[in-house]
């Protein structure tokens, strides 16, 4: 096995132990985010299919330099990092988990309500809409 792949499996053992043996290192949902997660899962018809979970990523873009991604998906990846809060599954691949590591989904839906929104303790500054943040 190559140095590059004893380096690759050695932090996802790492970060799949601190996602999977203890909630000390994770994504974390709130309440508000889990009833919200529910009811679109079960608008789309797949609440009750235990294959499915939520995706949760970091790409490229908006006015601070990275944005959140959020889908439902299927698929387990090799790297992914597979996390379970709230009763909620959460599935990131590795190089977004370094973004999101402790990170909380909320959803607000009062009358200045953003929707899904993150409370990233890994964000330097974010934008005014919450979308997007830099590290």
Known sequence: MSEQTNKTASLSSFFQAAGTESDANGIFVSDMAKAKVEKLME??????????????????????????????????????????????????DLKSFLYLVNTELNFSDGLNGKGFYFSNPNASRSCGCGESFAV
């Open 43 to 92: 608008d789309a018809g797949i609440l009750n299919d235990t294959s499915y979970f939520l995706r949760v990523g970091v790409v490229g873009g908006g006015c601070s330099g990275l944005s959140y991604k959020l889908d439902f998906d299927n698929e387990i990846k090799p790297m992914d990092q597979v996390f379970e809060n709230n009763g909620i599954k959460v599935v990131t």
